[in-house]
C-alpha cells in the first residue's frame, strides 16, 4: 500500500495512525526526472506502546483548588499564587503528550501554592486601663511571634478600640501585641494565642506617666479575632 508521495529534497515523512507494539516494513523508492525508480530501500521497525500517565494526583489538586473561598479572603500575594499555579495545572491536565514528570510536578506546585495561601483576618480590641477607662490615641503593633521587618500598627480611638482589618494568617502560635503612647513603649511584650477564633488576654502593660492619676497604669487588652 502506497502511503505517500512527497516531492524532491524531501528527507523525512511522518505517518500517523499506526498501531501500537506492532512491526512495519517501509520500502522507499526514489523516482528522477526521466521517470526511472529506483531499488526500494526498506527500513524495519516496531511502534512503541503509548504512554499513560497518571493524573490522579493532578486532578485532585485542580478540585482542590476549585473549592477555595473566594480571592478576598487571603492575601493577594499568596491568591495569586494559587492562581498561576492552577492555570499551569489546567495546562498539563488538558494535554495528552504530558510525562509523568511533568503531571507530578504540576501537582506539587499546585498543592504547595495552596499550603502557603494566607487567610486576611480582622483582629480588634480595646485597651483600657484597669478602672476600665478607655486609653485613646496609644498607637498598637501587631506581629507575627517570628517577626516582622514593618509590623502594622493602628491607633485606639476615643473609646481606646483598635482594629486591624487586614491581618496576615500565620503559621505561628499567634501574633506579639503591645501598645505606645506619648513616645513611652510598653515594657512587657506578651504573646497572643489564637484558640477557637477568639482571643481573650489580660496581659500587663506598664506605661510610664500614661495615665495622670496614675503613675503605673495595669492595661487590659481584650481581644477578639475575627
Known sequence: TQVAAVGANV???NVDGLTANTQYTFNVYATDAAGNVSAAGSVTFTTKAPVVTDKTALNEA????AALESADSYTEASYQAVVEALAAANLVA??????????????EALNSAINRLRKIVTVTGAVKDRNQRPVAGATVILMPLMGQANPPTTVTDENGVYIFPNAEENDDSGWILWAEKNGVSSKIVYNVLVEDKK????PDIIFE??????NKSTLEMVLNLA
Open 11 to 13: 528527507l523525512t515523512y
Open 62 to 65: 485542580i478540585a482542590r483548588a
Open 94 to 107: 488538558g494535554n495528552n503528550s504530558a510525562t509523568q514528570k511533568e503531571v507530578n510536578a504540576a501537582a
Open 199 to 202: 482571643i481573650i488576654l489580660v
Open 209 to 214: 506617666d500614661e495615665i495622670p492619676s496614675v
